[in-house]
């Protein structure tokens, strides 16, 4: 028999639960009950002694997501041409 320990941090109690390993092809894998379901689609894992660790992979946000989170612009953008001299033609 084997025993997955759970502990979760926060609200929630730790848990521990009886779970199912079995084979899929030639890797080893457990069905992780709903109650333990990881967000997104990966997850890091690493070994501490006999322990086997399963983390969410913390999810990177792309440049939308990250914009969204930004605070309106009070201010005037400054002209950053006023400085400039102007253009040359250039021959190609």
């Known amino acids: 028999m084997n025993v997955v320990r759970v502990e979760?941090?926060?609200e929630t109690e730790a848990g521990e639960r009886v779970v199912k390993l079995?084979?899929?092809?030639?890797?080893q894998a457990v069905r992780i009950p709903v109650e333990f379901e990881l967000?997104?689609?990966?997850?890091?894992?690493?070994?501490e002694g006999d322990r086997l660790i399963i983390?969410?992979?913390?999810?990177?946000?792309?440049?939308?997501?990250?914009?969204?989170?930004?605070?309106?612009?009070?201010?005037e953008f400054p002209?950053?041409?006023e400085r400039q001299p102007p253009p040359e033609d250039v021959d190609l």
């Open 8 to 10: 979760k941090t926060g």
């Open 22 to 27: 079995f084979r899929n092809g030639r890797n």
């Open 39 to 47: 967000p997104g689609d990966e997850a890091i894992m690493r070994k």
């Open 55 to 75: 983390e969410p992979k913390e999810r990177k946000s792309d440049l939308l997501e990250w914009l969204a989170t930004l605070e309106p612009w009070d201010e």
């Open 79 to 81: 002209d950053l041409d």
